[in-house]
């Protein structure tokens, strides 16, 4: 039997992108940092993400049955750290530039990409909550950098400029 640490152990030497994701709507607008986020399939375009059933939002993303995943660039790892810690979900969207796209949730203004979805399926596996999203509509940036999480700690990959 595999234990919850050596799992979380193996699984920290994942490289995963960071995203913010957001929802807004009867419930409230919330947010959470995630990088359980990938793609199922582009026809029709969807994805997934994973949520804690534990986390305070966790009610609000059902409710409002809509989300945006945000995905950061380079220079969001303080976007990144608002949305993970527990500062109230006002105070989180007060770091960055806030719009919407289609569904209403938030997106990230200068966001690598951001992918504005509607929640087609949930499905609770364990801890958490699996939402099969449709994507409604994408919005890139021009940024070239974007911010993972690898070993527990936050990197930049991307192009690079050089002088």
């Known amino acids: 039997m595999i234990e919850a640490t050596d799992f979380r152990n193996a699984m920290s030497l994942l490289t995963s992108a ?3 994701i957001t929802t807004a709507g009867l419930s409230g607008r919330y947010g959470f ?3 359980a986020v990938c793609s199922v399939t582009d026809t029709p375009p969807t994805l997934l993400v994973c ?4 986390s305070s939002s966790h ?5 409002n049955k809509n989300l945006t995943v945000n995905v950061l660039s380079a ?3 303080h976007i990144s750290k608002a949305f993970s810690s527990r500062l109230s979900p006002e ?3 007060k770091h960055g530039i806030w719009t919407e796209l289609e569904t209403g949730a938030p997106v990230l203004e200068d966001a690598l990409v951001n992918f504005d979805c509607e929640i087609e399926q949930i499905q609770e596996v364990g801890t958490h ?3 099969i999203c449709r994507i409604v509509a994408i919005k890139k940036s021009h940024h070239d950098q974007s ?3 690898f070993n527990r700690a936050y990197h930049q990959v991307g192009l690079t400029e050089i002088a």
């Open 18 to 20: 960071v995203n913010v």
């Open 33 to 35: 940092t995630a990088s």
């Open 51 to 54: 949520m804690n059933k534990a």
């Open 59 to 63: 009610t609000h993303f059902v409710e």
């Open 75 to 77: 220079q969001h790892e």
């Open 91 to 93: 105070e989180r969207f």
């Open 129 to 131: 909550t699996i939402f």
């Open 147 to 149: 911010l993972v999480y």
